[in-house]
């Protein structure tokens, strides 16, 4: 029995067939989006929901039968200031068996198979029609890849999240007038800006890879062509913190990117002149932002992309979402709803060499229970040492990814999801892909 599951459910089989027809492929390709209903059966989706309420008990002390008065311990599990709902929750086994679903890997295998190249075709010799399917990662196999360890999404209804966020402005206040006058007055103009912030907030119009970079292998730690999530609940209407996105945009990227126009703002300086105040206002224009792999939609000079960003429908509990990450997307501003929207980011990474060392890295931090650090902050006490990169680097580059002494450790110290799942292991880097898989 697992420790935070009341029944440890058998891992999915492989599936005999293939799981996406030609006409989800086909929309996939038009749309760079692709909802998939019914993915997960009834009992897949209860199992998931109750381990995800022991998990949220057991790390942040919160009931979700009683979010009214323990639903601020969330913030605990947020890195992100409750952006889009976002937790910080990792390697539950729960979430770790949907996340190596036999289904839910063979379908991205389909979508890689036919969405992007995959025989190392140069660019210029591909046809315009289908140059948006172009990579610079070179040949892979895609039938071959490996899991990418990702987080959960938990957005209140935004009048509880407001209300919570109130009411811990309201304790933080008391506890502060206990404290010395200067730190009262210091923490008074903060807590006069963020009195009425919800503890959640939508996540924003944005995309999940950088413009400027894109065509490069440098300086990047990963590929991940396809982003997934699968819903465990009903987000049927607009304004119930669902899905949003561009659909489409895929086709227009590269063009975007190469017309994107530089965010430009006017500063004032004032100086004194022959004893006169001058005021003089200056234009300045500078690139386009793009921290790591994330690019906020600006308001202005993407206003047209913004327009694009409407709510995808028809996504049910059991359902699964895939979107190429190229693809502007958000959730939505408000969540109007009653209950939390409750969704599991999980994704795959195609067998490249770049993803081979992430699948390392990866490995080593899962053993360590070590959270990933890529999503969105890198932490200085989680990088990984030169010494340990490079020792990494050399074995893909020997062939012996899957090889080295703490992947041979005792299979009975593994958890249950990966001892029963032979194609577990691989997506994990535990064990080698082989030639015939």
């Known amino acids: 029995m697992d420790s935070n ?7 999915p089989l492989p599936p005999t067939e293939p799981v996406l027809s030609q006409e989800q492929i086909d929309t996939f390709l038009r749309d760079g989006v692709l909802v998939v209903q019914d993915f997960l059966l009834p009992q897949e989706i209860q199992t998931a929901k109750e381990g995800l309420s022991i998990s949220l008990r057991q790390l942040a002390q919160v009931d979700t039968s009683k979010l009214e008065t323990t639903g601020h311990g969330l913030t605990q599990l947020s890195s992100t200031n409750g952006s889009g709902g976002v937790l910080d929750i990792f390697y539950q086994d729960w979430q770790c068996r949907i996340a190596t679903h036999p289904a839910l890997f063979q379908a991205t295998t389909q979508l890689w198979k036919a969405a992007y190249c995959h025989q190392g075709e140069p660019k210029q010799k591909i046809a315009q029609e289908e140059a948006y399917k172009w990579h610079p990662h070179g040949a892979f196999d895609p039938h071959k890849g490996y899991c990418y ?7 209140l209804p ?9 009411d811990l402005a309201s304790t933080t206040k008391e506890t502060e007038t206990q404290t010395t006058s200067t730190a009262t007055a210091t923490t008074a103009k903060n807590k006069k800006r963020n009195k009425s912030v919800a503890i959640q907030r939508s996540l924003t119009p944005h995309l999940d890879c950088c413009p400027d970079t894109f065509e490069s292998t440098h300086n990047k730690s990963k590929w991940r062509p396809i982003q997934c999530f699968l819903s465990l609940t009903d987000t049927l209407q607009p304004n119930h913190g669902g899905f949003e996105a561009a659909k489409g945009f895929h086709r227009d990227f590269e063009q975007w990117a190469k017309d994107r126009p530089p965010t ?11 004893g006169k105040r001058v005021v ?7 690139p386009a932002p793009c921290i790591g792999e994330y690019t906020h939609m600006r308001p202005k000079e993407d206003t047209t992309v913004m327009q694009r960003v409407q709510h995808v429908p028809h996504v049910q509990a059991g359902s699964v979402v895939f979107f190429d990450n190229r693809i502007p997307h958000a959730n939505a501003y408000r969540h109007d709803g009653t209950l939390p929207r409750i969704v599991l980011y999980c994704s795959f990474l195609p067998d490249v060499p770049l993803n081979r060392i992430y699948a390392q890295e990866q490995l080593q931090k899962f053993r360590r229970n070590i959270p990933p650090n890529d999503q969105w902050i890198q932490s200085q006490s989680q990088s990984q040492s030169n010494e340990d990169q490079q020792q990494l680097q050399d074995n893909v580059q020997d062939g012996d990814v899957a090889r080295n002494d703490d992947n041979h450790r005792d299979q009975e110290s593994l958890p249950s999801w990966l001892t029963d799942s032979p194609l577990a292991r691989k997506l994990m880097a535990i064990e080698p892909w082989g030639e015939g898989d």
């Open 5 to 11: 599951c009341t029944e440890t459910p058998k891992n």
């Open 149 to 155: 360890m990702d987080r959960v999404g938990f957005r």
């Open 158 to 166: 935004t009048e509880l999240a407001t209300k919570l966020g109130q």
């Open 264 to 274: 430009e703002y006017t500063v004032q300086q004032k100086q004194q002149i022959k």
């Open 280 to 286: 003089s206002k200056q234009h300045v224009s500078i």
